[in-house]
């Protein structure tokens, strides 16, 4: 159970710190002030909660390394995010989509979570959940925004959509990890999850005149094993540039 | 003493050496916080509880957002006071549970937030107030409740920045979380 559960903190911890680490990636980019400090936020948001998790983590691996060595000296194959966020940002379509695609689904998890028969697992989702509740109401409007916008931004929702979302197959299937987790009252039910995900997909999308692609059912790929599309690796080699270049670098 | 004792007006009084806690929140109620100078740690109810530990003053903080950048300046503001005041090597521990609410934030907070220029929470955090449509949110220069969203995130992850529709003033408001 010990060895599910580290798995699973670091899956929390990854997505949520990738996802980060992408919002970032607009700083001094975004269409308008107001929309770079809400990106900013929303990504700090993120990497807050990734330590809150990775930090669980690093004390149940108990190997002597701490949350910061979690995030920044691990290789590729040992990130275990999902593979939705770390697809590049694209345009403001593309990224609103991302981040929509996942609030949606880190809302449903966050529910869950906060119901944890472990209640440390319990109070860092309750805390999180408070802030995705923020983040999800603001990407759904985005997207509502765009979607029945004008024609330009209709049109670039609909070429975002088919760019990620065969990366939402993670989001509605389980594997046995979670399942057993679920079944220790750990976590919540991963079904249920994908159902609500999809219930709230269908509606923005709806109401953001979009229409709605088929289920994603497969992929070849799987974040959770630690198999990444080539992003990752371009996406890492940044951000642990300099705790590697420089281990003992403090400021 | 037990976490939500010291919500109210007798903070410290049922603990074992009044005189000192007493002191010590004294000294917390003058620690400001980094990003809005002129509310305190306690005012925000940062501070959650504070007792005696083998010796020790031992201090409990929840922190605002997961990835509030100012917590590590808030402890170490928090531990710097507290030694400067003679208590010596305050222990500190960050409690996620329960999540911090701006219920918390004492009515002196808030009037100095609105004297500040930053509009204070507007009503309870509840699910509802989280979920459902904006707040009525009034402006912290003229009072006129006439104002409208600009952004759901203004300049840290606490606020949203409106707009006077009366004045023309942007300004922040600490919204419910
Ligand atoms: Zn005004």
């Not at chain 1, 002030?33 to 990497?47: I, Q, T, W």
């Not at chain 1, 669980?56 to 593979?83: K, M, Q, V």
């Not at chain 2, 002191?23 to 504070?50: F, T």
Request: hydrophobic share 40%; proline share 5%; charged share 25%.
């Amino acid at each position: 159970m010990n060895n599910d559960l580290i798995q699973y903190l670091l899956r929390l911890g990854d997505s949520a710190l990738i996802q980060g680490q992408r919002l970032c990636e607009w700083c001094g980019h975004a269409p308008a002030l107001e929309e770079e400090l809400a990106l900013m936020n929303v990504g700090l948001d993120l990497v807050g909660q990734a330590r809150n998790w990775l930090e669980y983590a690093a004390e149940l691996i108990n190997d002597g390394r701490d949350a910061d060595h979690l995030a920044f000296r691990r290789d590729e194959r040992s990130y275990r995010n999902l593979l939705l966020v770390e697809q590049p940002n694209g345009d403001f379509a593309v990224t609103m989509t991302k981040q929509f695609l996942y609030d949606a689904w880190h809302f449903q998890v966050l529910h869950g979570l906060s119901q944890s028969s472990d209640e440390r697992i319990a109070g860092i989702a309750a805390k999180g959940l408070k802030e995705v509740t923020y983040h999800l109401r603001r990407s759904s409007e985005w997207i509502e925004r765009l979607g029945d916008g004008t024609e330009e931004s209709h049109q670039r929702m609909l070429a975002a959509i088919p760019q990620v979302w065969r990366f939402t197959v993670e989001l509605v299937n389980s594997d046995e990890v979670e399942q057993r987790l679920h079944q220790a009252g750990i976590i919540g039910n991963p079904a249920e999850v994908a159902v609500a995900w999809q219930s709230k997909v269908a509606d923005i999308f709806a109401s953001a005149t979009l229409p709605v692609p088929a289920p994603a059912s497969h992929f070849y790929l799987s974040g959770r094993q630690g198999l990444h599309s080539e992003h990752l690796g371009l996406l890492l080699a940044e951000m642990q540039y300099l705790p590697r270049a420089y281990p003992d670098a403090t400021w | 003493m037990r976490p939500g004792e010291l919500i109210g007006s007798d903070r410290g009084a049922r603990a074992a050496q009044p005189g000192d806690l007493r002191q010590a929140w004294a000294v917390l109620e003058q620690v400001m916080d980094p990003e809005v100078p002129v509310v305190s740690v306690v005012d925000l109810g940062i501070v959650r509880d504070l007792d005696w530990q083998a010796g020790h003053l031992h201090v409990v903080v929840t922190p605002t957002y997961s990835g509030c950048p100012a917590t590590e300046v808030i402890e170490d503001d928090i531990r710097q006071a507290l030694e400067q005041a003679g208590f010596a090597a305050p222990k500190l521990e960050r409690k996620l549970t329960p999540a911090w609410t701006t219920d918390w934030i004492t009515d002196s907070g808030r009037e100095r937030l609105r004297a500040y220029g930053i509009a204070p929470p507007e009503g309870s955090s509840s699910k509802r107030s989280l979920l459902g449509e904006s707040p009525l949110v009034c402006c912290p220069q003229c009072g006129s409740a006439h104002t409208e969203l600009l952004s759901q995130f203004g300049s840290t992850a606490c606020k949203a920045l409106y707009r006077c529709c009366d004045c023309r003033e942007p300004f922040d408001y600490f919204k419910c979380i």
